[in-house]
């Protein structure tokens, strides 16, 4: 057991140095498969990726064994909860940057290019034809004419299945801290189910997108900021499942007690906070 007075800390760890070369070689092999320069691009970019998941799997389970060994106590227990703190917070400027992008261009760049503000001279000169609207795909037309999707399909059946999984995780929390594992598991693996069930709406909403409304990542700003934000959220919910799933087996091998479950917790606050963003999306890009 850990000592409570002592810190602990890991000697002799290779997983941040393979961590750093998978990284490097992925985001390396995806610039240049981006940008065609050469045909060693993909490859590059698998590898890398491989090595990435690689690490994952070495890294976590090497943190899962020393927890359950009781290397850490109280003081590692609050680096954690700051460190995750801190981790979220990162996610929240992350999607901050992409919601000030689509105000900034709602608020101020098309009404400039229709000729309000500082863009009168641009529209007098350059696109006198322009009417500012939102949504749009640019004085350009770029992407040619498209269709917005309804928020009231799939995007309200979706916003209702993660406000639903927020409520079975919370569930599923209180029953890990009242010592009821059944509970905890049927409600964990409900979760999910939601998670996975959101992801199948979501990938259904982007064919009927792409092949009924012609609303592409190429129908200007307005493609463009859609399918990041809802591209990107799609990925933390994708992350997330994957966390969850992994939880729900460390549920299942009794890694946790009611005392000591941060593993858990940190997974609750990240599946919450994507909820949060999701409601954000459903407001300011289906509705508004």
Not at 7 to 23: A, D, K, N, T
Not at 95 to 110: C, E, I, K, Q
Request: proline share 3%.
């Amino acid at each position: 057991m850990a000592q409570q007075g002592a810190y602990y800390v890991p000697h002799h760890s290779v997983w941040p140095i393979v961590g750093s070369v998978g990284l490097f070689t992925t985001m390396f092999g995806a610039a240049h498969w981006l940008n065609d320069a050469g045909s060693f691009g993909r490859p590059m970019f698998f590898i890398g990726l491989a090595i990435v998941i690689f690490t994952l799997f070495g890294w976590f389970n090497s943190v899962i064994r020393e927890s359950i060994k009781g290397s850490y106590n109280s003081q590692v227990d609050v680096s954690f909860r700051m460190g995750m703190m801190w981790f979220i917070f990162s996610e929240v400027m992350f999607f901050g940057a992409f919601f000030g992008a689509l105000f900034y261009t709602r608020m101020f760049s098309v009404p400039w290019l229709g000729g309000e503000g500082h863009g009168l001279f641009t529209h007098h000169y350059l696109w006198d034809q322009y009417a500012a609207a939102w949504p749009t795909n640019g004085p350009g037309d770029v992407g040619g004419s498209f269709s917005t999707v309804s928020p009231w399909g799939l995007p309200l059946l979706n916003t209702l299945i993660l406000l639903t999984s927020s409520v079975t995780i919370t569930i599923a929390h209180h029953a890990l801290r009242a010592g009821r594992r059944k509970q905890l598991l049927v409600f964990q693996a409900l979760t999910v189910l939601l998670g996975a069930t959101f992801l199948y709406f979501q990938a259904h909403e982007y064919m009927e997108a792409y092949e009924h409304l012609n609303l592409t990542l190429q129908s200007g700003v307005y493609g463009s900021t859609f399918f990041m934000l809802t591209g990107f959220h799609g990925l933390h919910v994708t992350l997330g499942t994957i966390m969850l799933i992994v939880i729900w087996f460390r549920c299942a091998k009794g890694h946790f007690n009611k005392e000591n479950h941060f593993g858990f917790e940190a997974v609750a606050w990240y599946w919450h906070f994507v909820d949060v963003v999701w409601l954000c999306l459903f407001l300011f890009v289906y509705i508004m």
